[in-house]
């Protein structure tokens, strides 16, 4: 230590040394305050003023603070902006006003908050800790608001794409990640880089053992999982750095298979608007706005949960379905019960900030109210059928928690332990003493003045208070003579004198003191309540989950009955009937139209449903409609339709629209043709395609050719097969309908009034070979001669290129599959076009269309 460096600046720079990429705030009283560097930064991103403050000892160095109450604001600006912040604060007693904590007892990062200001309550906050080994990787995570605490591993070759998707469900607020990790760059995740040696396999297997109080992993499922234990082992050791008080919440771990629910891709989440809107990202819009009438902060979060994480469990389904019946029957007791849950507050986070110790009073009261509400959740739920019957076995009234917290806790205590008043009086006899002697103090200084006066006859005596020596009796100059023997002189003003006495020092030390001693009595017994709490957390944690089960279908249910579902059939058999089916988002936003429903009942023998139609029909709405119903459905929320019968879906998969992503280096096109790849490479014969305009970002020919490949790959390929509905511009896909046996063609009805299109928005059988773009150009109002000029334009090609051109016959694969339906081929083998790729055939076709013509008999014949 150099001599300018007092101690306590050497304090800061070690603690600073242990997280040198964060910006370090010290909670610190009632503020964040930030030093150095850090505040020089804090102070430029957040506007606020940078001071120098004297801080212990003469640590003279630039400071930001935050006041506590707006911190959730400051803080969560500098994470959106990518800093990342640790917090350094003291648990328990605070530490002297302005001074540093002495010792740091955790650090907040994002995903390590248990601070309930900073805390989105609709949300878990997970930590997500990831290990990639050459043939397997490995993801842990845990929200230590909430408990929960998991592991999985993949060793399927698409592992990086399972991860990515399982983090695109999470979310987590930050990830940690060995400082050599392969795909750092991928991860767009908030990022702690950790020694390499914390994911050493021995480490992490004794860091998980000993956590888990346990000789071996093998009963959590983690048997063989090394990936999975490295992840967990990682993310325990980073706890025990950062939170080591949240330890104690961690005390099981679940170990799951990725395949165990439906597979949804980043890019799906995205496209089908699950959790926010593609535009905006806000939640407003998405599929989660319209099912979350969840009440409570715990139902909030497991419907996301739900949303997120669609089941391939058909009876885990059916248990789901068949409460929300049970709500959407029973409608009074539904009301009721949705009436009676905004008398539940977070439970789950309550119990948990009790167990790791940083609890305060209040929320002592919140847990005691939500007790206090059980019994008349269960009245309301008396009689309910089996489903509910065994999520209500979960609800423990936990009567002598409540008994102990009825007992011990005042009625309205202060929001911290820094004031006293948290302790019903009656509940200890120490501490009601304290309060008595110090009451009868106060009475007793109140007193003094007249039994003085009335024991001295002095008769202007009088007894005040000052801070320099505390209670005094004054006495005026013409009365010093009559003053009894004990009176000790203090002070001499200009007409009085003023004394203390040995007696009343002590009474005064008595009611200066109790103050002090209450508080650490208040404390003591405080921290005894909780640890007798904590000791109970697991019951208290299970009636915690029952309540947002029950939150969740309830809410499900109400959400049913306004928006008229219907409860679905899942079936193993692969059958996808949809009768009246509607967008469940789209038709909220209408207001003055009603949304037209469409049936999709996929034939025996049916795969892919090539669908065209004009612009603005209702294309893209239709296929995130069958996607939404179907994962709603897996999901075991009824669904916006008046029948459905779903086969159950592992994967669905969507491309829709142009989604730019320049941000991570690549074009629109290149974008889709990756998602595309994906898709092509990880279906199955279960999964459900929803892929809208393949093929749009390039040139006419070649999107044309990409889509007709693809198409035909999904047909053909054993491997592949899955129901898929492929809506398209391209009218020259209607043409497979002939030439494949899977394929149907279905477009968008529109009919014309005047001269005018109107959309029907009806999905009806057969293909269509108009795009009315014009007439949608007119609509959103392209000047009239750009109108009038592209009608000409297309007229003339019209005219010169005949009908949409004829390209059904060409790919050689095809030419395999269906000899007799090619009356071109004798043309086309004389131009040498078997021996090439489907793709280049058809660039070849198409320049051998522009030379070409139909002649009257329908025969090819070279244009003039
Ligand atoms: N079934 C429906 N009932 C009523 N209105 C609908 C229906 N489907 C779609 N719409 C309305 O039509 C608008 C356009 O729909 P959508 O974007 O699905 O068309 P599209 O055919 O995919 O268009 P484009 O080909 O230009 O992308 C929607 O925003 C919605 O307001």
């Known amino acids: ?386 489903a509910v019957q065994s999520i209500l076995k979960h609800l423990d009234p936990c009567t002598n928690e409540l008994a102990l917290l009825d007992e011990a806790i005042a009625d309205d205590p202060p929001a911290t332990l820094q004031n006293t008043g948290v302790i019903r009086p009656g509940y200890s006899s120490e501490l009601d003493n304290i309060i008595q002697s110090s009451r009868n103090a106060r009475e007793w200084i109140a007193n003094l003045e007249q039994v003085e006066r009335e024991r001295t006859g002095i008769k202007n005596l009088k007894v005040g208070y000052n801070k320099v020596f505390g209670y005094y009796i004054e006495v005026t100059h013409s009365n010093t003579g009559v003053v009894p023997q004990e009176y000790i002189r203090k002070q001499t003003l200009v007409n009085a004198e003023r004394y203390i006495t040995p007696e009343m020092k002590e009474y005064e030390t008595l009611v200066l003191n109790a103050e002090e001693r209450i508080r650490e009595v208040e404390g003591r017994l405080f921290r005894e309540i909780c640890r007798n709490i904590a000791a109970n957390s697991s019951r208290l944690l299970k009636t915690a989950q029952a309540i947002s089960e029950l939150d969740v279908t309830a809410a499900l249910a109400d959400v049913a009955v306004n928006n008229h579902y219907v409860c679905p059939e899942i079936t193993p058999e692969p059958v996808l009937e949809i009768i009246d089916g509607r967008h469940p988002v789209v038709e909220k936003t209408l207001t003055s139209d009603r949304f037209i429903p469409n049936d999709t009942v996929f034939d025996q023998g049916e795969l892919v449903r090539v669908i065209t139609g004009p612009n603005m029909s209702g294309k893209s709405t239709f296929l995130r409609q069958v996607a939404l119903i179907v994962l709603m459905a897996q999901m075991g929320s009824f669904v916006p339709a008046s029948s459905a019968r779903i086969g159950l879906v592992d994967r669905i998969f969507t491309r829709i629209g142009a989604q730019d992503e320049i941000h991570a280096g690549q074009s629109t096109f290149m974008v889709e043709m990756v998602e595309t790849a994906n898709i092509l490479h990880h279906a199955t014969t279960r999964s459900l395609l929803v892929l809208d305009e393949i093929g749009r970002g390039t040139s006419t020919y070649d999107g044309l050719s990409i889509a007709w490949a693809v198409v035909e790959h999904i047909h053909n390929h054993p491997g592949l097969r899955s129901r898929t509905l492929f809506a398209t511009h391209y009218h020259e896909l209607t043409q497979l309908a002939d030439l494949l046996p899977g394929i149907r063609n279905y477009n968008v009805a529109v009919t014309e009034v005047d001269n005018n299109v109107v959309f029907l928005h009806k999905i009806v059988p057969g293909g269509t070979d108009r795009s009315y773009g014009i007439h949608v150009g007119q609509l959103a109002g392209l000047p009239k001669p750009v109108i009038q000029r592209a009608n000409e334009i297309l007229s003339e090609l019209e005219a010169t290129s005949g009908k949409a051109v004829n390209i059904g016959e060409t790919t050689s694969r095809q030419m395999a599959l269906f000899p007799e339906t090619n009356p071109l081929l004798d043309e086309l083998k004389a131009l040498d076009i078997l021996s090439i790729s489907p793709l280049e055939a058809l660039n070849k076709l198409f320049e051998w269309k522009k030379k070409y013509t139909e002649n009257e008999d329908g025969h090819n014949v070279k244009k003039a």
């Not at 560097?37 to 957040?46: C, K, P």
């Not at 019960?337 to 539940?344: G, N, P, Y």
């Not at 609890?359 to 739920?381: C, F, V, Y």
Request: some cysteine; proline content about 5%; overall charge negative.
């Open 1 to 386: 230590m150099s001599d300018d460096v007092t101690p306590i600046r050497q304090q800061y720079l070690d603690i600073k040394k242990k997280y040198p990429d964060a910006i370090l705030f010290f909670r610190l009283g009632d503020f964040y305050e930030t030093f150095d560097n850090d505040a020089e930064t804090t102070s430029r991103e957040l506007d606020i003023v940078l001071t120098s403050r004297n801080v212990a000892k003469g640590m003279r160095i630039p400071m930001a603070g935050i006041p506590y109450h707006a911190a959730e604001n400051y803080l969560s600006r500098l994470i959106e902006r990518g800093y990342h912040v640790a917090i350094c604060e003291q648990v328990g007693e605070q530490p002297v006003k302005g001074l540093f904590p002495r010792e740091v007892t955790r650090v907040v990062t994002p995903g390590t908050l248990l601070e309930p200001s900073l805390l989105k309550g609709d949300r878990n906050n997970y930590l997500a800790s990831l290990f990639i080994a050459h043939d397997s990787a490995g993801l842990a995570y845990a929200d230590i608001s909430t408990g929960e605490f998991a592991a999985t591993e993949w060793t399927g070759q698409d592992f990086f794409t399972r991860v990515r998707a399982e983090l695109a469900r999470l979310q987590p607020s930050e990830i940690i990640l060995p400082v050599e990790c392969p795909v750092s760059d991928q991860i767009t995740y908030h990022k702690t880089f950790q020694p390499n040696w914390r994911f050493e396999t021995g480490r992490c297997m004794e860091a998980l053992k000993k956590q888990l109080q346990t000789s071996t992993l093998d009963g959590f499922g983690l048997r063989g999982m090394q990936s999975a234990i490295q992840a967990a082992g990682a993310l325990i050791q980073y706890l025990q750095d950062t939170q080591p008080a949240a330890l104690q919440l961690l005390v099981s771990i679940h170990t799951y298979q990725l395949d165990s629910s439906m597979l949804l891709d980043v890019s799906t989440r995205r496209n089908l608007e699950l959790t926010e809107t593609i535009r905006g990202g806000s939640e407003e819009g998405s599929l989660l706005s319209v099912l979350d009438h969840a009440i409570t902060p715990m139902g909030h979060r497991l419907m996301r949960s739900w949303v997120s994480k669609p089941l391939l469990d058909i009876p885990a389904i059916q248990a789901r379905q068949a409460c929300v019946q049970w709500f959407v029957d029973n409608g009074l007791i539904r009301k009721e019960f949705i009436q009676s849950l905004k008398d539940i507050s977070d439970l789950e986070r309550l119990v948990n900030r009790v167990t790791a110790g940083t609890a305060q009073p209040r929320d002592l009261t919140a847990i005691r109210a939500n007790l206090h509400a059980l019994p008349e959740l269960l009245r309301i739920l008396a009689s309910p059928c089996e």
